[in-house]
């Protein structure tokens, strides 16, 4: 952990028109992260999580305040010039997987290389490398069609790290997953903190999914509400590996958020 | 280079997932691709084929010919629009020193009767200049030799076609035909010439043009209906022009601004006012194809705009993961240019076939031009540019958290 941020937002606001109305998605919000931390964004919806994402991810730029990525000040680059910083800083894990269609999965984590100008050949051996890691390697020439959910996620995973990314931005990564597989997926976003130091930022809804995270962020219309540690992280792998049953009963009865 | 080549696989590859939506839209490019090719290689072939007949005719070639004054609505009598006269073209032939040779020409189509068949073919009296002016020559047999020129004996030359016509297979020379009351013996034939712009070349009979008087038309006087000249060089036909204007003229006795009763033309004037017409007949139907083609690139936008809408998450993805808006740009470009450079391919591929059924089926000429593919290889290339900006320029202006959120 250095002592400069690695994200660092200040004072960052963000309006919106809706109709004659100006919306203030967010109002304010100072947040700083570091190498290796894994932060959970919770929060209702409406409460700016999403916008706050966006802003993170170089997708949206803030109306006020400042946002430094890896020391570098982003708050208002050109188009082009964002798009250069998604594919060199962050990667990126939606809810919705987002993966190409009737692409192969191999093909499908060689796009952000493409973009990168990276030889046909280092894509192939950098997009296996990436499959390797998160266990998919013997499902390269699938197309998403021929992946359950959670291969499906896994392959984005590999798609977001093979660039080898300082940060990994995930929004809800899990909402379109069952509880089993959402623990595998959590399992391994852990396993990439302990194991290549990334830092990710995770936007969910869900209490045991926040829970597995080092940090909780809680946002409330537009502001953080409250941003404390979180000193037992979950260990997601166990849970994964738990029997059906035993993970609902450990879910009701285990910490509240 | 190497993300060039990408883009070319990816515009491929998404052409081939919609396999008879990509056919369709290329067919509009095809059809007009191959108007126009068609069209123009109509057009080249028609113009190459009337050049060619045009120097056929002989070289430096001036043409002489009546054009009647009307001073009154009342017409003449019969032979009264022919004012030329072979005192005419003789002095053309003394006075014209940019002249090298000239010759006079009556023609009457007559039937004419051999002793296995008849047929209308046009009889022409000429002199013996007419054979060097107009590029003939004598194939079997022999010319008519001067005395019989100046006793108006009753012997000809036939060409090609009257051949076929009056004798099928079997040598003419030596043997006999009848034109009107009187037989002429043939002496020779005639090269074959081909066709001119305004006729047969080689669907004659020439005779001594005394004969011709005596026996053929024999009410016409010393008049003929068109005096030929040869200029000697082809930089010296329009001093030659001049020269003939003056010599009939005066001949004619027309005053300073009255109207000529006779006309000069070169070879050049008729080539050139045939280039005109066919310049501006190719013109005009390479516009109608080019409207298909028009039609066809409009069908390439609609279908183009279809597909970034289609597709507007896929755009999403990519930006989020690192695509600039000119690499979102090019992937659309390249695949509207791959659709009509496909169609174009097999519009050209089309043409060839046709020109050449076409040629095989009704006989016309055509020429198909390297220029002509190449042009219509450039064409389809810029047809998938100009209506394949529009929709790329859609899909690199979206936004990328809009497009993520597309369904």
Redesign the interface.
Known sequence: MSDRPLIDIEQVGKDYLSGPEVVHALAGVDLAVHSGEFVAIVGASGSGKSTLM?IL?C??RPTRGTYRLAGVDVTRRT??AR??V???LIG?V?QGF?????TTALENVE??L????V??RQRRRQARHALEQVGLAERAGHTPAQLSGGQQQRVAIA?ALV?QPPVLLADEPTGNLDTRTSHEVLALLQNLVRESGITIALVTHEADIAACASRTVTMRDGRIERDEPNREPRDAAAWAAMPHGAVDAAMLSGPGP | M??LW?SLRLAFSALM?RKARASLTALGILIGIAAVVVVTALGTGARERIGSQIESLGSNLLFVFSQPVAKSGARGRPGAEMALTDRDAAAIHRDASAVSAVTVYSEVKAQVVSEYDNAKIGVMGVDKYYYPVRGFSVDDGRMWTDSEEQTKAKVCLIGQTAIDKLFGNVDPVGRYLRIGRHPFRVIGTLKAKGQSPFEDQDDRILMPIGSWRARVSPTLGDRVMLIMASAKTAARTGQAKRQIEGIVRQRHHIAEGDEDDFKVRTQEQFKKSHDAVFNILTALLVSVAGIALFVGGVGVMNIMLVSVTERT??I????????????IQLQFLVESIALTLFGGLAGIALAVGLIVLIHRTVGWTMRLSPEAVIVALVTSVLVGLVFGFLPARRAARLD??DA?RHE
């Open positions: 966006n991810g997708l949206d188009a082009d798009a250069i998604r594919n060199r990126f939606f987002n993966l190409l269609p009737r796009l952000p493409v973009y990168r100008g030889s046909a798609r660039t | 190497n993300r990408s997932r998450r896929e999403g993805i990519r930006m989020a993961i690192g695509a600039k808006r000119h690499d990328p958290i993520l």
